[in-house]
Structure formats: structure tokens, C-alpha cells
């Protein structure tokens, strides 16, 4: 099993910045892809961003890229995601997943992934 806790959360203007970081235990995530996925009020789960098992390789939803960076560091089996430029929309609970053998062609499918946090609520001021 995997145990997978979110932290960095919270209440912040538009424009401001916030990094989320996932912590892992159980089990060495150097053999899992990684992603962060949010859901927000009356929406359904989507895709944010998401790494290979190295980092070599990451992906981003158009929503985000060029504002968030994920990254990971397998020898503090943690991962993160820095969001800059926040707005009003990406307010969400923004919860980290893990899955071993996910492809390429489902890293953006949340059915790809075998353990998720309980998730940490990110709320954007306007």
C-alpha cells in the first residue's frame, strides 16, 4: 500500500502563488508515475499535471501550463506542485495520485491511478 498526504493548501489572492507537496509512505515512489489531479465545486475530477517515474518526462493541462510545475524527489518520496499566477477557477481540492505502470497515453486519466490523498483545498480571492 501506498499513503499519500497533501499539504500546502489554502486561501489566497488572485495572482499570488502557493506550492503543494505530497508526501508519500509504504512504499518507494521511484516505481510510480505521479500526478495531481483537482475537483472543484460541482465539477468533475480533472487532470492538472502529472511526471513520469523519474521526472524525466512531465505534462500539464492547458488550463495550467506556463503557471504550475510539478516535480518530485524519489529520495524524499515526496512530490509538489508550484502554482503561480493563481485564478479565481483553479479554486479546487487538489489531490495527489500515484500509479504504477501508467502509461503515456493515460496520464491524464484518473482511472490510471492505483493510491490518492485525501486531497488539500487551494481557494483563489478575486
Known amino acids: 500500500q501506498v499513503q499519500l498526504v497533501e499539504s500546502g493548501g489554502g486561501l489566497v489572492q488572485a495572482g499570488g502563488s502557493l506550492t503543494l507537496s505530497c508526501a508519500a509512505s509504504g512504499q518507494s515512489l521511484s516505481g510510480y508515475a505521479m500526478a495531481w489531479f483537482r475537483q472543484g465545486p460541482g465539477k468533475q475530477r480533472e487532470f492538472v499535471a502529472g511526471?513520469?517515474?523519474?521526472?524525466?518526462?512531465?505534462y500539464y493541462s492547458d488550463s495550467v501550463r506556463g503557471r504550475f510545475t510539478i516535480s518530485r524527489n524519489n529520495a524524499r518520496n515526496s512530490a509538489y506542485l508550484q502554482m503561480n499566477s493563481l485564478r479565481p477557477e483553479d479554486t479546487a481540492v487538489y489531490l495527489c495520485?500515484?500509479?504504477?505502470?501508467?502509461?503515456?497515453?493515460?496520464?491524464?486519466?484518473?482511472?490510471?491511478?492505483?493510491?490518492w490523498g485525501q486531497g488539500t483545498q487551494v481557494t483563489v480571492s478575486s
Open positions: 511526471t513520469s517515474r523519474n521526472g524525466g518526462s512531465l
Open positions: 495520485a500515484a500509479g504504477r505502470g501508467v502509461i503515456t497515453s493515460r496520464i491524464r486519466v484518473a482511472d490510471a491511478y492505483d493510491w
